[in-house]
C-alpha cells in the first residue's frame, strides 16, 4: 500500500472517529472490526473490548436480536442504505435505549468485505411522540367528556364535528349530525339568529354569545346558549366556527314560571276583587277566560259548568272566546239555549268528570273527540271530522277540571291550533285557575242562595271580614256591618248619615272633598269604581281602605239610588308589601356580597399567608418586615371587609362567644377616639352590672364601628356622641319596625348623637343596602345594612328615634344570657415556638397556590405534611400512608367531593384524628359540627399563618385533654 493511501485511511479513520454519530463497521459474521469514540461512549465499550472480539448482537436486546440480525444481513443486497432497522440497544451496563441502525456495505476490490452501520438514538424522539399522543388522548377525552356541547361548522353551515355531549342534547346520532346543515336543527327564528351569527364569524372574526332554540329528534325545543369563536388555520384564514353550547332548558323553565305565576296572582286577584266588588259571575267568568287566553298564548278558552238533568247530566258552555266567524254554520242557531254535551260514557269529557284529573288530546285524538261530539254540536252537520277540526284550528285541547267540596262543578277547555302541548307550568297556572274559578262560581252560587234567603241577610253581612254599607236614596246609613265597627271605631248609632261618617272619617275637608268628588263620578258613570283612601278612625289612629263603591239603582226617576260601600283594610297589606320589597332587595343584594367576598377571602388568605412567611424570613432587616407588616395590616382591612360583605348578606359564619360588650367597647376606646373628629365629644356611659350576650366578637366590634361612623357623619359641625350600655326587658310592644323580637331579658347598646337626625322618609330607608345620604362624601351605603344583618342573624332588634335638627339614637338589643364571658389569648409571629409541633397534619385544598402556601406554613412550624387536592387523592394517600394523621385540614367546597364529605369518611379510618375546616363561604354543617362532634373545628379564611398554627396547637391540646379524661388514661398523660 502506496503511502498516500495509508494517509488516506488515517484521514478517513480520524473523520470517522469525529463524528457525533455512532459509526461500527462489522465484518459478515457481525464480528465489530471498527467503532468510533462516540460508539464506545454510547454504549460504554472500550478498544479492548473491541479487540476481544465484540459482537453486534452484543449490542441488542434478546428480543429483538433475531429480527436486527436479519434485517442487516440483508443490507448489503439493497441498491441504497435509506432503510433502516429500529430496536431496542443494550449498553455494557444493561441500560437500554431505543435506536435506529443505518447500513450500506463495504466493498473493497469489487467485494463486499463488511457492513457500515450507523446507529441514532431515537429514544428522546420516542418519548416526545408518546407525550404527544398522550396529550392528544387526554384532549380528546376532555372534548368527549365535557357537560356542554361542542359543534364546528365550516362557512356553510354545514357540520363538522359535534361531541357525546351535544349528541345527547339533541338525540340523533353523530355520524346523522356529521354533514348536516345546523340550521335544519333550529327553529325558523333561531335560523335567521344563525345565519347573522355565521356572518360575524367567517366575515368579521369576531367571537360572540346568543341563544338559539333547537329542534331535538323527539320534536321538542331545546333552549341552548351558545358562545362562538372563529378558527384559524396556520396562515390566519378563518376555515371554522367552533360553538360551546350550554342547555339553558331549565333557566328558561324557571322564568317562564316566574312570568306565568306573576300573571295568574293578578288574575286570580283581579278576579277577586270583582267578586268583592259584586261583579256579576257571568263578566268574571268572561274576564278569567279572556285574560287566561292570552297568557297562556291559546286559541281560545272555554268555562264550562255542570248542570243536573233528568236520568244524564250536561256540561254547558258558560263562555266561550272563540272567534264568532269559526262557529257560523256549526251549530243550530234556531235554539236560544247555549252549547251543551251530554255527560256520557266514550265522551271526552266524561273522563274529566269520572276521574277528576286532567285530559289532554292532540293530533287525530282531537278529531276523533270532534266526531264524538258533532252529533251534539250539530246533528246535520255536513262536513267530516277532519273538516271540522280544519274550520276550528284544532290541533289540541286540554281539559282542567273545576272542583268545589271534592265535587266536579265543570271544566276549563283550552285549545290550540298548533299540536303544543302545555309545559309544566303552564299546566299549574290552569289547574290553579281552574280551582279558583271553582271557588268563584260556588262562592257566587252561595251568594245567590243567600239572596233568596233574606232571613240570613243581616248574619252574612255582619259576619263580613270586609267593611260592608249600604246607604239608601236619603243618604241614611241602612247597613254598617260589625267590620265596619271594629275597623273604624264608630257604632252604628254615630253614624246615623252617610254625611256623619264622612265626616267622622275625614276630618279634613280637603280629605273630604276629593271623596265626595269620587262618590259623583260613580254617580255619573253608574259603574263600580275602586279607589284607596286613609281614614281617621275613632282612636286616633289612621287606616288605609280599599273602596268598591257601586251605586243603587233610584226608585224614582231622576233621582239619585243608595250605595253599596264595601271597605277592605289593606293597612297591613301595603306594610308587608314595603317590607317584601326591601327584603326582597336586601337579598339579592345580599347574594351578590356573598359571592364577592368568598372569592376575595381565598385571595386574602394567600396574601395573609405570605406576608406571615415573608415577615418570618425578613429577620430583623428593618425594611422587609417593615413591607410585610404594612401587606397585613392592609390585608386585615380588606378582611374585615368581607367580614362586614358577608354579615350583610347573612352568610358569615358567625362563631358567637359569651362576651361583655362593655370589654368589647373598653377595647376599642383609643380606635374610637381617633375615628371621631376631636369637635366631637365622645362620653362613655356604661353600666358596670351589665350582663353578657351570645354574639361573635367581630360582629360586635362591626356594631360599634358602624354606629360610630355613622354618628360622627351626622355631626358635620361636631357635637356629642354617648356611648351607654344598660340591661333591659323588652315586650311584645317593643318590636321594631324590621324585627319581631321575643319577649325577654336584653342587653342593649345606645349610641346617641346631637346631629343632624333625619326625616320619616330617610329613616325608613336607613337600612337599604347602598342607601346614603353622603354622596358627596363617599358613603356606601353598607353601614347600618351591615348592622341590620348582624343583628337579625343574632336575635336582636333594632331601635330608631329621630328627629330633624334634634339628633338620632340608635339602641342595639342582643339576649341576654347568664354565661360567663370568655376569650382567648393571641399569639404573634415573634412567639413561633408556641405555634409549633411535629405532629402530621394532611391538608386538602383544590387551589394549588393555596395548598402550596398552608404546606409551606406547616412546614415552617416543623409539622409532617401530607397534601392532596381533592377528596378522593386524600383518602387514598391516608390509606396509604403508614403511621397516624393527627389533624386533617381541609376546604369545605370542593369538586367531586365536598370537604364535610371528606371528613367524615376519613374519620371512620382514622378514629383519633382532629378535622378542621377551613372556608371563606361555609356551610352551616362545617361551622356547627364541632357541636356535634368535639373532633371537628372550623377556621374562618382568610387566616393569618399565626392564627392557622394557633388554631392547630388549640385543636392538639384539646384532643390529648380528652384523652386524658378517658377511662384508663394513663395519670399525669398529657
Avoid at 268528570?353 to 286532567?358: L, N, V
Amino acid at each position: 500500500m502506496s503511502e498516500s493511501s495509508n494517509n488516506a485511511d488515517e484521514r478517513y479513520g480520524e473523520l470517522v472517529d469525529s463524528l457525533p454519530q455512532i459509526v461500527y463497521e462489522i465484518d459478515p459474521e457481525t464480528r465489530i472490526m471498527l467503532a468510533n469514540s462516540a460508539a464506545l461512549r454510547r454504549f460504554g465499550y472500550t478498544e479492548d473490548d473491541l479487540a476481544g472480539g465484540l459482537l453486534l448482537r452484543d449490542l441488542v436486546a434478546e428480543e429483538d436480536r433475531d429480527r436486527v440480525l436479519e434485517r442487516v444481513r440483508l443490507m448489503p443486497t439493497e441498491a441504497t442504505p435509506s432503510t433502516g432497522v429500529e430496536f431496542t440497544a443494550v449498553q455494557k451496563d444493561g441500560t437500554r435505549f431505543r435506536a435506529l441502525a443505518y447500513g450500506c456495505p463495504i466493498i473493497e476490490g469489487g467485494e463486499i468485505r463488511g457492513l457500515r452501520v450507523i446507529v441514532v438514538d431515537v429514544s428522546a424522539i420516542r418519548h416526545t411522540e408518546r407525550q404527544l399522543v398522550e396529550s392528544e388522548e387526554r384532549y380528546a377525552r376532555l372534548i368527549e367528556t365535557m357537560a356542554d356541547g361542542l359543534v364546528s361548522v365550516d362557512r356553510d353551515g354545514v357540520i363538522r364535528y359535534v361531541n357525546r355531549a351535544f349528541v345527547r342534547m339533541v338525540g340523533y346520532e353523530a355520524d346523522e349530525l356529521e354533514g348536516l346543515r345546523f340550521h335544519e336543527l333550529c327553529t325558523e327564528e333561531s335560523t335567521w339568529i344563525l345565519k347573522k351569527q355565521l356572518q360575524r364569524r367567517f366575515n368579521d372574526g369576531l367571537p360572540a354569545s346568543y341563544e338559539l332554540e333547537l329542534i331535538t329528534c323527539s320534536g321538542t325545543r331545546l333552549p341552548v346558549h351558545v358562545n362562538a369563536t372563529p378558527l384559524r388555520n396556520d396562515v390566519g384564514e378563518i376555515y371554522a366556527s367552533l360553538g360551546v353550547f350550554t342547555d339553558i332548558s331549565e333557566q328558561k323553565a324557571r322564568e317562564e314560571w316566574r312570568r306565568l305565576d306573576t300573571q295568574r296572582l293578578a288574575l286570580l286577584n283581579s278576579l277577586m276583587e270583582r267578586l268583592n266588588a259584586g261583579d256579576s259571575i257571568d263578566a268574571i267568568i268572561a274576564e278569567g277566560a279572556d285574560r287566561l287566553r292570552g297568557i297562556l298564548d291559546a286559541h281560545h278558552v272555554d268555562i264550562m259548568l255542570r248542570r243536573p238533568g233528568h236520568g244524564t247530566d250536561h256540561t254547558v258552555v258558560s263562555y266561550s272566546n272563540m272567534p264568532e266567524e269559526l262557529l257560523v254554520g256549526l251549530r243550530d242557531d234556531s235554539s236560544s239555549e247555549p252549547i251543551s254535551f251530554p255527560i256520557l260514557p266514550g265522551l271526552p269529557m266524561t273522563t274529566v268528570y269520572e276521574t277528576s284529573r286532567f285530559q289532554e288530546l292532540s293530533g287525530e285524538k282531537v278529531k276523533e273527540a270532534l266526531a264524538q261530539l258533532q252529533p251534539h254540536l250539530h246533528p246535520e252537520l255536513p262536513v267530516s271530522a277532519s273538516e271540522l277540526t280544519q274550520r276550528l284550528r284544532l290541533a289540541y285541547l286540554c281539559m282542567a277540571p273545576m272542583i268545589l267540596d271534592g265535587e266536579v262543578i265543570g271544566h276549563v277547555t283550552l285549545s290550540r291550533s298548533e299540536e303544543m302541548p302545555l309545559t309544566s307550568p303552564e299546566r299549574r297556572v290552569l289547574a290553579t285557575f281552574a280551582e279558583e274559578m271553582a271557588a268563584i262560581v260556588g262562592k257566587a252560587r252561595t251568594e245567590q242562595a243567600l239572596k233568596r234567603a233574606n232571613q240570613f241577610l243581616r248574619g252574612i253581612v255582619d259576619n263580613a271580614a270586609v267593611w260592608f254599607t249600604v246607604v239608601d236614596e236619603k243618604r241614611e246609613v241602612v247597613i254598617w256591618n260589625r267590620a265596619a265597627e271594629a275597623i273604624s271605631g264608630y257604632d252604628r248609632s254615630e253614624v246615623r248619615t252617610a254625611r256623619d261618617a264622612m265626616c267622622a272619617l275625614y276630618p279634613d275637608p280637603n280629605d273630604r272633598k276629593t271623596v265626595y268628588a269620587q262618590v259623583n263620578d260613580i254617580y255619573e258613570t253608574g259603574q263600580t269604581a275602586v279607589f284607596d283612601s286613609a281614614i281617621s278612625c275613632k282612636d286616633g289612629r289612621r287606616r288605609v281602605m280599599q273602596w268598591h263603591m257601586r251605586p243603587l239603582d233610584p226608585t224614582v226617576e231622576g233621582a239619585r239610588g243608595g250605595m253599596i260601600v264595601v271597605g277592605i283594610d289593606i293597612t297591613r297589606r301595603l306594610e308587608l308589601q314595603e317590607q317584601l320589597q326591601r327584603a326582597q332587595r336586601l337579598e339579592a343584594i345580599g347574594t351578590l356580597a356573598g359571592g364577592v367576598a368568598h372569592d376575595f377571602n381565598n385571595l386574602l388568605t394567600a396574601i395573609l399567608g405570605h406576608a406571615d412567611l415573608l415577615q418570618s424570613d425578613a429577620g430583623d432587616e428593618g425594611s422587609v418586615r417593615w413591607h410585610a407588616e404594612q401587606i397585613q395590616k392592609g390585608s386585615q382591612r380588606a378582611a374585615r371587609l368581607t367580614r362586614q360583605l358577608l354579615t350583610f348578606s347573612r352568610k358569615h359564619p358567625a362563631q358567637p362567644q359569651t362576651l361583655n360588650l362593655n370589654h368589647v367597647i373598653a377595647g376599642m376606646r383609643d380606635i374610637l377616639r381617633r375615628l371621631i373628629r376631636e369637635d366631637i365629644e365622645l362620653v362613655f356611659d356604661l353600666d358596670e352590672d351589665l350582663g353578657n350576650t351570645r354574639i361573635d366578637p367581630a360582629q360586635a366590634e362591626q356594631i360599634v364601628m358602624n354606629l360610630a361612623v355613622n354618628a360622627r357623619d351626622a355631626m358635620p359641625e361636631g357635637g356629642e356622641l354617648i356611648i351607654s350600655t344598660r340591661n333591659a326587658q323588652l315586650s311584645g310592644d317593643d318590636a321594631s319596625e324590621l324585627f319581631e323580637t321575643e319577649p325577654g331579658d336584653y342587653v342593649v347598646l345606645e349610641f346617641a348623637d346631637t346631629g343632624v337626625g333625619m326625616t320619616p322618609e330617610v329613616e325608613r330607608r336607613i337600612f337599604e343596602p347602598f342607601f346614603t345620604t353622603k354622596e358627596e362624601t363617599g358613603g356606601t351605603g353598607l353601614g347600618l345594612s351591615t348592622v341590620y344583618g348582624i343583628v337579625r342573624q343574632n336575635h336582636g332588634a333594632v331601635l330608631v328615634d329621630s328627629e330633624p335638627g334634634a339628633g338620632t339614637t340608635f339602641r342595639v338589643c342582643l339576649p341576654r344570657t347568664e354565661t360567663g364571658a370568655v376569650s382567648e389569648p393571641t399569639v404573634s409571629f415573634a412567639d413561633q415556638h408556641r405555634l409549633e409541633g411535629t405532629e402530621t397534619v394532611m391538608i386538602v385544598e383544590d387551589a394549588d397556590n393555596l395548598r402550596a402556601l398552608v404546606e409551606k406554613m406547616l412546614d415552617t412550624f416543623g409539622y409532617k405534611v401530607l397534601s392532596a387536592s381533592d377528596g378522593p387523592e386524600a383518602l387514598e394517600i391516608a390509606a396509604k400512608y403508614g403511621g397516624p394523621i393527627d389533624v386533617l385540614v381541609t376546604d369545605v367546597v370542593m369538586p367531586e367531593m365536598s370537604g364535610t364529605d371528606l371528613a367524615e369518611r376519613f374519620i371512620v379510618n382514622h378514629p383519633e384524628a382532629q378535622v378542621l375546616y377551613i372556608s371563606g363561604y361555609p356551610t352551616d354543617h362545617a361551622v356547627t359540627a364541632h357541636q356535634r362532634d368535639p373532633r371537628f373545628n372550623f377556621l374562618q379564611k382568610p387566616f393569618s399563618a399565626v392564627e392557622l398554627g394557633q388554631r392547630l396547637r388549640t385543636i392538639i391540646k384539646r384532643a390529648a385533654k380528652r384523652d386524658d379524661l378517658q377511662p384508663g388514661a394513663p395519670s399525669g398523660a398529657g
